[in-house]
T-cell receptor
Framework: GENVEQHPSTLSVQEGDSAVIKCTYSDSASNYFPWYKQELGKRPQLIIDIRSNVGEKKDQRIAVTLNKTAKHFSLHITETQPEDSAVYFCAALGAAGNKLTFGGGTRVLVKP | GAVVSQHPSWVICKSGTSVKIECRSLDFQATTMFWYRQFPKQSLMLMATSNEGSKATYEQGVEKDKFLINHASLTLSTLTVTSAHPEDSSFYIC????????????FGDGTRLSIL
């Protein structure tokens, strides 16, 4: 089955700096890659997603890039703010079904 | 749009009790819902896929007799943790897939289950 690796597990940045989280996946047939933000004790919230027919997608301060050949995708947060502090999860959806496989998560701390 | 409601948000009960958790899609129909379990500081682990009108599909290692899933309508799936024990204590989250091809999953608020 699909295996998703996420790095780093923790990330501390200064307010205003950029944050980058990287994920790799194993199933070359995976075709949908969402990113979720989860604050402590709350639900994961979809912040951005990308499909396999697109290489990059941007939404204000958040962008996601996808390299299908290398089977990796990354989340970029620019001009970080304290409210960006949370745990971020990447996920991959295999072509065979509708199950999402999640990465291990990255705990992001934005220091004011 | 795409709101998923989960109830209850927090349950504390004695060992041996069965606990039912509800997951509702409020403004859309969900033929498929998913149940996840999340331990502290860990990722979401898929337990089972709930299909409206048919039996749930359980992931390897998840006891179907322990975690009963019912998806009787297009807007409601329930997870019942039967004869719960302290090791079942966890954060349980449901999600529902939006209508249409390739729609993202939207998550409920989760249920924190504590078994004494």
């Amino acid at each position: 089955g699909e295996n998703v690796e996420q790095h780093p597990s923790t990330l501390s940045v200064q307010e205003g700096d950029s944050a980058v989280i990287k994920c790799t996946y194993s199933d070359s047939a995976s075709n949908y890659f969402p990113w979720y933000k989860q604050e402590l004790g709350k639900r994961p919230q979809l912040i951005i997603d990308i499909r396999s027919n697109v290489g990059e997608k941007k939404d204000q301060r958040i962008a996601v890039t996808l390299n299908k050949t290398a089977k990796h995708f990354s989340l970029h947060i620019t001009e970080t703010q304290p409210e960006d502090s949370a745990v971020y999860f990447c996920a991959a959806l295999g072509a065979a079904g509708n199950k999402l496989t999640f990465g291990g998560g990255t705990r992001v701390l934005v220091k004011p | 749009g795409a709101v998923v409601s989960q109830h209850p948000s927090w349950v504390i009960c004695k060992s041996g009790t069965s606990v039912k958790i509800e997951c509702r899609s409020l403004d859309f129909q969900a033929t498929t819902m998913f149940w996840y379990r999340q331990f502290p500081k860990q990722s979401l682990m898929l337990m089972a896929t709930s299909n409206e009108g048919s039996k749930a599909t359980y992931e390897q290692g998840v006891e179907k007799d322990k975690f009963l899933i019912n998806h009787a309508s297009l807007t409601l799936s329930t997870l019942t943790v039967t004869s719960a024990h302290p090791e079942d204590s966890s954060f349980y989250i449901c999600s529902a897939e939006g209508t249409g091809v390739g729609q993202p999953q939207h998550f409920g608020d989760g249920t924190r289950l504590s078994i004494l």
